[in-house]
């Protein structure tokens, strides 16, 4: 069974003066989406595990222990973790702790907070 790690800023933590997100997205947005997509993915017959992070240097050892947990078919990094013009450094060490625990894992992207689906079919091809 096909296997996605979502990776996402914690709402509680996110900076929404950030000028990098949509506007009048709110941390209700991002927690129903990210429900909606863990949803979606099970549907689909696949395992999906969110693992929300907080965007500072925390945010490391808690993909390393996601990592470390299965092996993931995708991983997918949610729009306001590359989006935000804050965490450009958080961003970096993300791809960075994804390049080296899993190097041989697709990384997708999503363009919704429940599109998390559509980015893993891109690299999970099921017959």
């Given amino acids: 069974m096909p ?5 996402g800023y914690d709402p509680e933590f996110v900076d929404f003066n950030d000028p990098g997100p949509p506007q009048g997205l709110n941390k209700d ?34 993909i390393e222990r996601a990592l ?3 092996t993931w078919s ?13 965490s450009v450094p958080v ?13 041989d894992t697709p990384i997708a992207f999503n363009a919704k907070p429940d ?3 559509e980015a893993a079919q ?3 091809k099921t017959s």
């Fill in 3 to 7: 296997s996605v790690l979502i990776i």
């Fill in 29 to 62: 947005m991002i927690w129903a989406g990210a429900e909606k997509s863990l949803q979606l993915i099970t549907g689909h017959g696949w395992k999906a595990v969110q693992c929300m992070v907080r965007p500072d240097e925390s945010a490391v050892n808690d």
């Fill in 68 to 70: 470390s947990r299965d």
């Fill in 74 to 86: 995708c991983i997918v990094i949610g729009g306001g973790v590359r989006m935000s013009q804050n």
């Fill in 91 to 103: 961003f970096e060490a993300i791809l960075d702790t994804i390049r080296r625990v899993a190097p």
């Fill in 115 to 117: 599109g998390s689906l």
């Fill in 122 to 124: 891109r690299w999970i």
